[in-house]
């Protein structure tokens, strides 16, 4: 009976004693906050824009997310109807197949809509702004790493 206690002691010391080493290996070696992605917030200044042409931009921009947020909001409902869907016992295979194509459709006019303000901004955008601004928006979106020659050059 003693040996057994002990054994159950020594097990969940040693198992106290590696989470907690897990834990503490996570957090210092594991756990990295997310670096910001380089440009961002300073793309604007980086394409040397004018005032004017930066409040159109802003304009711009701010009609595209109020179309965004709506375009989320019925994307979001679209995904609740399929989850009820999916949650009936009477399941109709045609019925969720309507709801996905629904869906993909709310999709893609949200990126048709997100397409069509980059036109409206590279309109803006004299060809050695328009320049910079692909590259940068191509470097942000798919993580390019070398420095494209030209165009960071003033």
């Known amino acids: 009976m003693k040996n057994r206690w002990i054994k159950i002691v ?39 824009i004018k005032e004017a042409e930066k409040r159109e931009i802003d304009s711009i921009l701010q009609s595209f997310q109020l179309k965004q947020i709506e375009f989320k909001q019925k994307i979001l409902e679209k995904r ?28 893609n006019q949200l990126n048709l809509a997100f397409v069509a303000t980059l036109v409206e901004i590279d309109h803006i955008l004299d060809s050695r702004q328009r320049i910079k601004f692909l590259y940068q928006l191509s470097h942000d ?12 050059d003033e």
Request: charged content about 20%; aromatic content about 10%; glycine content about 8%.
């Open 10 to 48: 020594l097990t969940a010391s040693l198992a106290l004693n590696l989470a907690f080493a897990l834990v503490w290996g996570y957090r210092y070696f594991g756990a990295t906050a997310p670096r910001p992605v380089e440009g961002g917030a300073d793309i604007q200044s980086q394409l040397d």
């Open 80 to 107: 609740m109807d399929i989850i009820d869907e999916l949650g009936d016992p009477d399941l109709d295979l045609q019925s969720l197949q309507a709801q996905v194509n629904e869906l993909n459709e709310i999709e």
């Open 141 to 152: 979106w798919f993580f390019i790493q070398q420095d494209l020659k030209g165009a960071n």
